[in-house]
């Protein structure tokens, strides 16, 4: 330890579970965009003119004492404010002694950029549940880097003419490091080939395969789209049921009995709409909930399918799962508006497709995801395959009636050079859109 660390672990207290306003500083990028602050019994106020592209913040140098691992806590209350998840929001830097920036803790993929030691960049905590009475909990917990001496942390206010925002019982302090959230990811590979099946005999050929995934200790296994249609009929809407209805109650049994979690894609009747869906069925053999194609080719357009119109996320034993399905991975918007909501993993039910594509929904986006595909495995085309948030590969089937199978740590996140912790600036960064 250099002697000026070892003077300000001296000086220093630790960690204050919160601080008062007098401590923080309203600050802004530039004079002529500055907004109004104010502080009142521990509340700190931002306010906005009706302008756009004002922009100020509260800042407060936190001292880190020796601690491993901090975690941020604050309550935040907007009004007037468009978009929350981009205009009201927290950064946090890490300094060394002398006020430097310092190493990351995490490793970068050295595919890219070689054997470099990156800098720690800053982080920005995810907004939570709703408090009540308009208050959102905002909260993140983070690995401290090795020479990090101080956390400056800033609570924003930007790009919201006439808004205003108040930051409440705002603390970093000490904290135990972030479990392993190991999960083992499977993906069924088979063409289904053939024809003049039933839907029964379909459901039944995806039997040994989930038992193989199984006994690999697969948590999720991902299906194919339209399993139910596949050398059965062309026409989806002869063979498509109610959810919950035999199908889910086939696959439940299925997941209940080898403790994991099936995704299933079939066609859903819905009194007289039909829809190409994707079903989460958890180990307790219920449905967690579907998703609905929401991008339909002209071929599903032809057969009177409906388009879906939400994007759901689901909670699970391991952590937050969308669904997509199909023609959904030619469009950005479907898996961006996933891993808005959350979603760290998504899973894709797929006839066939653009491998790339998966591979871009992956790095645009800072998720696993989890593919099941009819398409020819010695093609140029899409894969059966397991992929990283980086969109590598990190298993492909290599033949029909296999399973691929690959365990991942959900709680380490994804370190680009140059950028960070990318999946924790895409709420806080990218475009807006009417929908929200």
């Given at each position: ?21 007098d ?19 521990g ?37 007037g ?40 960049k ?41 808004g ?17 959230r ?31 995934a ?72 219920k ?72 591979a ?5 986006n ?46 380490q ?24």
């Amino acid at each position: 330890m250099n002697i000026a660390r070892w003077l300000l672990l001296f000086l220093i207290l630790p960690i204050p579970s919160a601080v008062s306003a007098d401590d923080w500083i309203l600050k802004s990028p530039r004079p002529d965009i500055a907004i109004e602050g104010t502080s009142v019994d521990g509340e700190l106020t931002l306010t906005s003119r009706d302008e756009e592209g004002l922009n100020g913040y509260w800042e407060r140098e936190f001292p880190l004492g020796e601690a491993g691992w901090v975690e941020f806590l604050a309550s935040r209350k907007a009004t007037g404010v468009e978009y929350e998840r981009r205009s009201c929001v927290v950064r946090i830097e890490w300094k060394g002694a002398s006020g430097e920036s310092v190493a990351s803790p995490y490793p970068v993929n050295s595919d890219y950029f070689g054997d470099v030691v990156p800098l720690a960049k800053p982080d920005f905590p995810k907004d939570g549940n709703a408090q009540g009475d308009g208050w959102v909990g905002v909260s993140g917990r983070y690995r401290v880097p090795e020479k990090a001496v101080s956390a400056v942390v800033q609570l924003h206010l930007r790009w919201a003419p006439g808004g205003s925002v108040i930051w409440k019982d705002v603390s970093l302090k000490a904290a135990e490091p972030l479990p392993p959230r190991k999960v083992k990811l499977a993906a069924v590979h088979t063409n289904l080939s053939g024809s003049g099946r039933t839907v029964a005999e379909n459901r039944s050929l995806f039997v040994p395969l989930i038992e193989e995934a199984a006994s690999q200790g697969a948590d999720l296994v991902v299906l194919p789209e339209l399993l139910t249609c596949k050398g059965v009929t062309h026409d989806y809407a002869s063979v498509a049921e109610t959810i919950p209805g035999a199908t889910t109650d086939f696959f439940g049994a299925l997941a209940k009995e080898h403790d994991c979690y099936l995704v299933v894609g079939m066609p859903e009747k819905s009194g007289i709409l039909v829809y190409n869906v994707a079903v989460l069925i958890g180990p307790d053999g219920k449905v967690v909930g579907k998703y609905r194609k929401v991008t339909l080719p002209r071929e599903e357009i032809d057969r009177g399918i409906a388009p879906g119109s939400e994007y759901p996320v689901f909670e699970t034993r391991f952590g937050i799962v969308g669904l997509m399905v199909c023609y959904d991975v030619f469009f950005p918007e479907v898996a961006r508006r996933l891993a808005m909501s959350g979603a760290e993993v998504i899973a894709l039910p797929i006839w066939g497709g653009n491998p790339r594509l998966a591979a871009a929904r992956c790095a645009e986006n800072g998720i696993y995801l989890v593919s099941s595909t009819y398409t020819d495995h010695s093609k140029n085309w899409m894969k059966s395959a397991i992929w990283d948030r980086e969109g590598n590969r990190l298993e492909t089937a290599e033949e029909w009636n296999s399973v691929i199978v690959r365990e991942v740590d959900l709680s380490q996140p994804n370190y680009w050079y140059g950028l960070g912790d990318f999946q924790s600036r895409i709420a806080r960064e990218a475009p807006v859109w009417n929908a929200e």
